[in-house]
């Protein structure tokens, strides 16, 4: 079997099955049976939990769950892991090859031969709440193309006869100094304004189901890292515009400071 190995150094998820069962194990799989979510990809230690709301939110009986993840521009290929299997810390996760071939004809894509966090720090939860189910790895660019793209999943799969859940990986603003992105200067005002208005102008434009409009959020408000996962997971809803659910918001600041620099995630769910 060929293997696709992890390249994340230690510290963005737990490296031991005892750890991730620990993190993991206050959340109910299935809680919400949704078919799409969004849900953030920094380390654990910053998103995991708000991640894990995510995830476990995602319908159980999936055949096959979909982690589509970004840090790509507009007009770049869909780019796929050509692996048989995925490694995790909690035995390998199987890739729907079948699907993945289809996918890959028909969006035109290539390999993903890059190291990159947005789909790798997930996949020890997928594999915890997805135990049977295989998986499809791919990164999509920042561009309206990958909102169509979700919807060419979701009819492919169809056509397979495949049940699927998708997960689009994205996280929000990057503020401060670490990201040469500070318009509102420092401080509480700063993280009032990212947490009241720029990510929460993206987010509404997300739970309205307004693809247009969240990308020209995202590129012009620097409000989204990886915004073509967040379209492609809105592209292959079943119930567009109807369900649509923020499960959880939160940045990376704790509660009772105000770093520079500092990252806003969110857990979305489709219905």
Not at 88 to 106: A, H
Not at 107 to 123: F, I, M, P, Q, S
Not at 155 to 170: E, F, M
Request: glycine fraction near 10%; charged fraction near 20%.
């Amino acid at each position: 079997m060929n293997l696709r190995e992890n390249y994340l150094p230690p510290g963005w998820y737990p490296g031991n099955p005892g750890e991730i069962n620990r993190f993991l194990s206050g959340f109910q799989a299935g809680a919400g049976k949704a078919g799409a979510v969004i849900a953030p990809h920094a380390g654990w230690f910053y998103s995991g939990r708000i991640a894990a709301r995510a995830v476990s939110a995602l319908d159980p009986a999936a055949d096959t769950v979909v982690i589509i993840g970004g840090h790509l521009p507009a007009g770049r290929p869909a780019l796929f892991a050509l692996e048989d299997a995925v490694k995790t810390p909690l035995g390998p996760m199987p890739i729907d090859v079948n699907l993945r071939d289809i996918l890959i004809q028909e969006l035109e894509g290539a390999e993903d031969r890059y190291r990159d966090n947005t789909v790798e720090v997930l996949l020890p939860m997928v594999r915890f709440f997805f135990p049977r189910s295989s998986l499809i790895w791919m990164r999509l660019p920042a561009g309206i193309s990958s909102f169509n793209a979700g919807k060419v999943i979701s009819d492919s799969a169809q056509k397979l006869n495949r049940k699927i859940t998708v997960v689009g990986s994205a996280d929000l603003t990057h503020y401060g100094d670490n990201y040469g992105f500070s318009p509102m200067g420092r401080g509480q005002a700063a993280l009032k304004w990212v947490r009241e208005v720029n990510d929460a102008n993206f987010i509404q434009a997300v739970l309205e189901h307004k693809p247009d409009t969240a990308l020209e959020r995202a590129t012009a408000d620097q409000s989204c890292c990886s915004a073509g996962a967040v379209l492609a997971a809105m592209g292959s809803a079943k119930s567009p515009g109807k369900a649509a659910r923020l499960l959880e918001y939160g940045t990376s600041a704790q509660e009772d400071e105000c770093p520079d620099s500092f990252v806003g995630y969110a857990a979305i769910a489709f219905d």
